[in-house]
């Protein structure tokens, strides 16, 4: 494991280490699946931008880690393009869904300084590369319409 030639597959979810940490980690071919708390945690925010682009990964961690600025309010801002019929709870609250990975996305890329396609773009072929699968551009499954996304194409 970590030798050189290795394939890449470990995947650290819902990435929280600190940003140097990210070196030693890509030594070991690691990805890096952030979610909604780098979006408030500085920490997060500082481990996100330290790690080069085609070893990024984007989650929700749903039913988990529901961004801070939806548990204050359960309005999903209009520009994540996301509707839900209602907000789901369990005796902590508010639950994630997989349907704010947009707007994950949304948030991420500004930290990024990308346009959120791009970001969605990027993310979604490391997604094909970790996973080994195969998208509708080269002829694979899934389509488009199983994925939530911000933009870009599957």
């Known amino acids: 494991f970590g030798r050189s030639g290795h394939a890449p597959g470990l995947v650290l979810h819902s990435y929280c280490g600190d940003a140097a940490m990210v070196p030693p980690f890509l030594r070991l071919n690691c990805y890096f699946s952030f979610s909604a708390s780098a979006l ?7 481990a996100l931008r330290a790690v080069p682009l085609d070893r990024l990964l984007l ?18 801002p209009p520009e994540w393009g996301v ?12 639950m994630n869904e997989p349907a704010m990975l947009r707007g ?4 991420l890329c500004g930290l990024l300084g990308l346009p959120a396609a791009e970001l969605a773009s990027i993310t979604a072929d490391n997604a ?5 699968f195969l998208g509708p551009a080269q002829g694979g499954s ?10 870009g194409d599957l």
């Open 142 to 151: 899934p389509s488009p319409e199983n994925h939530t996304q911000c933009g």
């Open 128 to 132: 094909r590369r970790v996973f080994d």
């Open 59 to 76: 989650e929700t961690d749903s039913p988990d880690q529901l961004p801070r600025t939806l548990a204050a309010d359960p309005r999903v």
């Open 104 to 107: 994950i996305c949304e948030g």
């Open 40 to 46: 408030h945690v500085p920490k997060h925010a500082a």
């Open 83 to 94: 509707s839900l019929p209602a907000a789901r709870e369990d005796a902590e609250g508010r």
